[in-house]
């Protein structure tokens, strides 16, 4: 694994503008947040623009949908900051303001150590893993695979 890293992208849908009362105290911890995952072990990566956080970057064509483009020492990492932080406060009450979606919504893949993953490749991965399902080169937390898994299964 050490010739490699997690590289995960996930999405959402706001259910109004980033700048509506709905979205307030999801917005105002955004900063705090992020930062407890820049500083957290394992953490390697973040898309972020010149303002620090990654919700101005256009998506997709519709400026509702946000994009989170992180890269992960390995998947245990990436697991306790989603789960074992404050972070997962805000990932139980992500109802609150965001739509319900039944596609994936995040996707994660292996990336050869030192490469940084653009908002393109990441969402070309998110496309491969709603048309395929879990695969080598896309998948979830329900099939996650090692990189040496990963490799010999392509």
Same mark, same amino acid.
Request: proline share 5%; charged share 30%.
């Given at each position: 694994m050490a010739n490699y890293h997690l590289a995960q992208l996930n999405t959402a849908t706001a259910l109004?503008?980033?700048?509506? @009362?709905?979205?307030?105290?999801?917005?105002? =911890?955004?900063?705090?947040? =992020?930062?407890?995952?820049?500083?957290? @072990?394992?953490?390697?990566?973040?898309? !972020?623009?010149?303002t620090g956080n990654a919700t101005g970057i256009p998506v997709y064509n519709d400026p509702d949908i946000i994009a989170n483009l992180t890269v992960w020492r390995d998947p245990e990492s990436l697991k306790s900051f989603l789960f074992k932080?404050? $972070?997962?406060h805000?990932?139980?009450?992500? !109802?609150?303001?965001?739509k319900a979606v039944k596609e994936a919504t995040y996707v994660?893949?292996?990336? @050869?150590?030192? $490469?940084? @993953?653009?908002?393109?490749?990441? !969402?070309?991965?998110?496309?491969?893993?709603?048309?395929?399902?879990?695969t080598?080169?896309?998948?979830s937390f329900k099939k996650l695979l090692t990189p040496t898994q990963a490799m010999e299964a392509q």
């Open positions: 109004a503008s980033l700048d509506s @009362p709905v979205m307030q105290e999801f917005v105002d =911890n955004l900063e705090r947040i =992020n930062s407890l995952g820049e500083s957290f @072990p394992g953490f390697i990566w973040r898309m !972020k623009d010149d932080t404050e $972070h997962a805000f990932l139980k009450r992500k !109802k609150e303001w965001f994660l893949w292996w990336i @050869p150590q030192g $490469h940084i @993953p653009t908002l393109s490749e990441a !969402k070309d991965k998110l496309a491969y893993l709603r048309t395929y399902g879990d080598a080169s896309a998948f």
